[in-house]
């Protein structure tokens, strides 16, 4: 169940490109990104604390609770500003370079960054299946990246790189860093409650400086709604939850369903046209997040990080 609950999540998260090609006009990826963490990540906070809540009066009253202190709130305060940070460097990357080279190079450097700082945490090296279904999923997501769409013109740009892969640091730091908490007994939901307070709070200072006249019409409400509720507060709980039986390398990698879902509803929806070098990269990925999915069927290694002097 946890493995479905972070590939659901990362459905819904590759419905962002699709649901912003169907939205009105005069919208920028700042003035969406912003509105997406206020709305989503409010969402996120009022869903989680409720459920964290609900969690906390079903707890036996002599079960361990974990030792409340700053570093845990600094450690859920960092999620929220990487979720926050991870919106203009996600967008910077997919208006350098097109949005399936930006969203492929974000997702797929995610899973490696998370398995490396994993590691670097818990000198726990990932496990043998994680490093092949990762392998198979990254080959898919180069193949795909570079594929395109049928005709479409090939390039990078540097700096574009550079904001897809900080894009993927910031998913690998957020995972980490929720796995550390809930190591260490933190609630699920509350985990990801903080981290959806945070982005909201420092989102909303941006404000001002964007142009939300969009917002008006029909077509920008429901879609900063859906892009806000659907992608940000339901997908990140439903994420947050399956990281409680997963480790952190395997659940970036499972992630990489969004970018196959992206390509998807780009084809039956927006009608894109991939190449074959694009569709072979469809299929390793798929088969990368199928041998991930069999080999998390096991329990996670319970054993806490190591404790840091």
Avoid: K
């Amino acid at each position: 169940m946890h493995v479905l609950a972070v590939l659901a999540a990362a459905v819904l998260f590759g419905t962002t490109g699709t649901s912003q090609a169907l939205g009105p006009e005069g919208t920028t990826p700042l003035s969406i990104g912003v509105m997406r963490m206020v709305i989503g990540g409010t969402g996120l906070a009022v869903f989680a604390f409720a459920l964290a809540a609900r969690h906390a009066r079903r707890r036996p009253a002599e079960a361990s609770r974990p030792a409340p202190g700053l570093r845990p709130i600094a450690l859920m305060v960092l999620t929220g500003v990487c979720l926050a940070v991870y919106q203009p460097l996600f967008f910077l990357g997919t208006a350098r370079n097109g949005v399936a080279v930006g969203t492929v190079v974000a997702l797929g450097s995610a899973p490696i960054l998370a398995g490396l700082l994993e590691w670097a945490l818990t000198r726990r090296m990932p496990s043998p299946t994680w490093m092949g279904a990762t392998a198979l999923a990254t080959i898919g997501v180069v193949l795909l990246g570079f594929g395109g769409d049928a005709g479409g013109a090939g390039g990078t740009d540097a700096v574009g790189l550079l904001g897809s892969v900080g894009a993927g640091a910031s998913f690998a730091v957020i995972a980490n860093a929720q796995r550390r908490l809930l190591d260490e007994g933190w609630d699920p939901f509350t985990v990801v409650g903080g981290m959806g307070a945070s982005s909201a709070a420092l989102s909303a200072l941006a404000l001002p400086f964007v142009d939300l006249a969009w917002l008006g019409t029909t077509r920008g409400l429901v879609m900063a709604m859906w892009l806000g509720l659907a992608t940000i507060a339901i997908a990140y709980v439903m994420f947050t939850w399956g990281l409680s039986g997963l480790t952190a390398a395997t659940a970036a990698t499972l992630t990489l369903g969004e970018p196959l879902t992206a390509s998807v509803l780009g084809i039956a929806v927006l009608g894109e046209r991939l190449s074959t070098l694009a569709i072979v990269g469809l299929v390793v990925l798929a088969a990368g997040l199928a041998l991930l999915a069999w080999g998390s069927r096991s329990p996670r290694d319970p054993a806490p990080y190591a404790v840091e002097a």
